[in-house]
């Protein structure tokens, strides 16, 4: 029975979805005008886990990630640029992709753009307005009447008088209480034809918060199973995604939340305003995607993510050991046997709000068991558990001759001349240069083993 935890409750429950037997389920994507960072990344490869987990379970599953692609950042770095909106979000879009597959991440099925629901959010808004929720400010911005939506803040935990305090809060000329929110925003001199849309407002573009409440309720429904995210969207985005559905469709927005813990760098959290980012495609010039897969998947969703090379580079060790396991066995087909002690023990894991951490140690159990046993069948096992995880679904001498080092791929025809080199003067008993080559791609992280017969094979460290 699969428990999650719920933001919205702080704590775990029993999940039941609203029909039996089917997920709609709901992320927050990327604002797209520059490389996807680690965070980024993070949150790509979580909520692929959890679509993953939910379809092995049984569950038809419908997952929709948004794209936003029309902001006020997304505006000033086109202009910056010289080029148009478009070509900078299609461009940045693509990269996404890239990353994404590269981590193993599965595309969702569905992935609006802001751009195309903007329709959708002018209904919503003249909703809102309707339902005495939205007003037309002194500015021409239409803004959200916090005060009028009853429980504003039940999701962060925060109250109105400690908002009102000023934590998170933008003045703006002309609203009726500094805590309220733009829902659409008028058209300002100098910005783009490609930036405005004709509205019963004016001409102008959404806020940015209107674009999930419209283009979740356009795929999934008014009302859906999970709605996920980084913690970091928990206040005032997702805050205010509930009071704009709910005020405007007078039903329950999301039965479960889920939000991902940060990743930090230096015990701070990892952003562009701090400069402490890394983005997805610089980290994958010094590890192979799968142990960033891996290391992220190694930590608990909701905990801190703490990056550095020293953990990525366990992370590299703990992935390799899993490959080396099943190096020389030819496994069952992989196919869970969810009736196998270690098969039971992961889907417990799981079931236990994604524990990945505790369903990741089972793995390294049944690889103990494949070296002690050699088992065709543990090796199956191993490896069909692990795809549930999006992990060990490479030949396992290829991963561990062609996982890249800190300066990137090993470049295989050349260690596999050195190797070449030092069995020639083994036959020609110059040890001490055959010791020499070992040695030296030892450093580079190359370990040989010599097999029976004379044959040497070599693996990443």
Excluded at 252 to 278: C, I, T
Aim: proline share 4%; aromatic share 10%; net charge negative.
């Amino acid at each position: 029975m699969l428990k999650i935890h719920n933001t919205l409750l702080r704590d775990k429950q029993v999940f039941a979805p609203i029909e039996p037997g089917f997920v709609r389920m709901y992320v927050c994507g990327m604002t797209v005008y520059d490389y996807c960072h680690l965070g980024h990344a993070r949150v790509l490869v979580v909520f692929d886990m959890v679509a993953r987990w939910l379809r092995a379970s049984g569950y038809k599953v419908i997952y929709v990630r948004n794209i936003t692609d029309i902001d006020d950042k997304i505006i000033r770095r086109a202009q910056e640029n010289g080029e148009f909106i478009q070509a900078l979000t299609d461009r940045y879009i693509a990269y996404m992709h890239e990353d994404a597959a590269a981590l193993g991440v599965l595309k969702p099925d569905h992935e609006p753009r802001a751009t195309q629901h903007v329709a959708a959010m002018q209904r919503l808004i003249a909703a809102l307005e309707r339902n005495g929720y939205a007003y037309v400010a002194a500015n021409r911005d239409v803004c959200y009447s916090v005060r009028k939506f009853e429980g504003y803040g039940r999701l962060s935990g925060k109250s109105l008088e400690d908002l009102r305090a000023g934590e998170r809060v933008d003045i703006v000329e002309g609203k009726h209480d500094p805590l309220d929110f733009v829902l659409w925003k008028h058209a300002k001199e100098g910005e783009p034809a490609e930036a405005k849309w004709d509205s019963p407002w004016g001409s102008g573009r959404p806020g940015w918060h209107i674009e999930c409440s419209a283009m979740s309720s356009e795929l999934l429904g008014p009302h859906f199973d999970i709605h996920g995210g980084g913690q970091d969207l928990q206040f005032p985005h997702h805050e205010n995604e509930i009071a704009q559905s709910e005020g405007a469709h007078g039903c329950r927005f999301v039965n479960y939340w889920m939000h991902n813990g940060f990743v930090r760098v230096d015990d701070e959290k990892m952003s562009k305003s701090l400069g402490n980012f890394f983005t997805i495609r610089e980290v994958l010039k010094q590890y192979d995607a799968e142990v960033v897969r891996f290391f992220i998947l190694r930590a608990h969703y909701r905990s801190p993510l703490n990056y550095s090379d020293a953990h990525l580079d366990d992370a590299r060790g703990a992935l390799t050991r899993l490959y080396t396991a099943l190096k020389g066995v030819i496994p069952e087909a992989a196919i869970v046997d969810w009736s196998e002690p270690h098969a039971a023990k992961f889907r417990e894991a799981m079931n236990d709000d994604f524990n990945t951490p505790e369903a990741i140690a089972t793995l390294f159990e049944l690889a103990n068991e494949v070296n002690r046993s050699q088992s065709a069948r543990a090796a199956g096992q191993l490896k069909a558990l692990a795809a549930v995880l999006g992990l060990l679904d490479r030949d396992p001498v290829a991963f561990l001759q062609g996982a890249p080092a800190a300066g990137g791929q090993p470049d295989v025809a050349a260690i596999e001349a050195r190797i070449a080199a030092r069995v020639a003067a083994k036959m020609a008993k110059n040890y001490a240069e055959a010791d020499r080559i070992r040695t030296e791609l030892l450093d580079e992280g190359i370990v040989l083993e010599d097999k029976p017969g004379g044959a040497t094979e070599w693996r990443r460290a």
